[in-house]
């Protein structure tokens, strides 16, 4: 039973570039959350993402955007990057026969903006 | 807004001590708490949860309070290895129990042989 899984590993894009980053949840789950953790921080949440729909929002820009898809898998879009946006994008899981509140998250995407 | 602090200083114990990590929040009382693992250049891992009306919960060697008039959470690792050696999460729901996860920055554990 596959856990959750993100594409690409690592990421090098440079400044004004797009991104898109992808996720599948672990089998069974229906909602889908997005973090983005800076080098020593704890993970920021960004989006969340339930039944197609954006459900909840961090605060975070309007140049992150997100979609999901009815087999559940989930995209991040990152448009105009700055050096700031580098960091690990990790995508969570929840929902079906687990607790909802309790989190699997992937390994991440490491984006580095030159 | 709800603030988180943990331990930024890493924490070195000796192997077979018990190591004790401290969750501090300023503001609302969560409806629940949770502690994740995460070691490096990896996602975190769910170790914990605990609810407001609860005031201890154990697993195996872990052991999570939660203290809602001190507004204080500790998690407990009894007789530690060196493979309990990582990043300790701690997390609150957001308001209104959303789902979404407020994390602390993380507290580093390294146990030593």
């Known amino acids: 039973d596959a856990g959750v899984t993100q594409s690409p590993t690592h990421l090098i894009k440079t400044r004004g570039q797009q991104v898109t980053l992808r996720c599948s949840p672990k089998s069974g789950h229906d909602t889908v959350s997005w973090y983005q953790q800076a080098l020593g921080q704890g993970p920021q949440f960004i989006f969340q993402y339930y039944e197609e729909e954006e459900r909840q929002r961090g605060n975070f820009p309007d140049r992150f955007s997100g979609h999901q898809f009815p087999n559940y898998s989930s995209e991040l879009n990152v448009n105009a990057l700055l050096l700031g946006d580098s960091a690990l994008y990790l995508c969570a899981s929840s929902g079906g026969q687990d607790l909802n509140e309790k989190l699997f998250f992937g390994s991440g995407t490491q984006l580095s903006v030159l | 807004s709800q603030k988180i602090e943990q331990n930024s200083e890493a924490l070195n114990i000796q192997e077979g001590k018990t190591a004790t990590l401290t969750c501090n929040y300023t503001?609302?009382?969560?409806?629940?708490l949770q502690w994740y693992r995460q070691d490096p250049g990896r996602g975190p891992v769910f170790l914990l949860l605990?609810?407001?009306?609860?005031k201890e919960k154990r697993k195996e060697r872990l052991k999570v309070t939660f203290d809602t008039t001190l507004k204080q959470s500790l998690f407990h690792i009894t007789a530690s290895q060196p493979a309990d050696s990582a990043t300790y999460l701690c997390a609150l729901d957001g308001p209104g129990n959303t789902g979404k996860l407020i994390f602390g920055q993380g507290t580093t554990l390294q146990v030593k042989p």
């Open positions: 605990i609810r407001e009306n609860e």
């Open positions: 503001n609302y009382s969560p409806a629940y």
